[in-house]
């Protein structure tokens, strides 16, 4: 059964940074045959694409709202995605999400995604 779990989420001040991880509890789920996605949700609103990262590793894609500011990366050896984030603002306070997509190059569409963990908060305070 795949289980994913992230971690690193918590209170942080404008202008910090967390770094979040994600990784499958289980055995036998191999995240290199995945796209990942991370994903967030704040109160009363949709869940929407934050950043994206192929299969190898070779190609990452951004929601212009993070642009510059975050960085998905991927360690397949150990089965964990994770997201750098930096110079976070309040706005970017939210439950974040990872995600795994096995039928697209790279996981941007919340509608594909296979499997989701659980979410960790991230709070940003001015």
């Known amino acids: 059964q795949v289980q994913l779990v992230e971690s690193g989420g918590g209170l942080v001040q404008a202008g910090g940074s967390l770094r979040l991880s994600c990784a499958d509890s289980?055995?036998?789920?191999?995240?290199?045959?995945?796209?990942a996605g991370w994903f967030r949700q704040a109160p009363g609103k949709e869940r929407e694409f934050v950043a994206a990262?192929?299969?190898?590793?070779?190609?990452?894609y951004y929601a212009d709202s993070v642009k510059g500011r975050f960085t998905i990366s991927r360690d397949n050896a150990k089965n964990t995605v994770y997201l750098q984030m930096n110079s976070l603002k309040p706005e970017d306070t939210a439950v974040y999400y990872c995600g795994a997509d096995r039928s697209t190059r790279e996981a941007m569409d919340v509608s594909l995604i296979d499997y989701w963990g659980q979410g960790t908060q991230v709070t940003v305070s001015s």
């Open positions: 289980g055995r036998t789920f191999r995240f290199s045959n995945y796209a």
């Open positions: 990262i192929t299969r190898s590793g070779g190609a990452t």
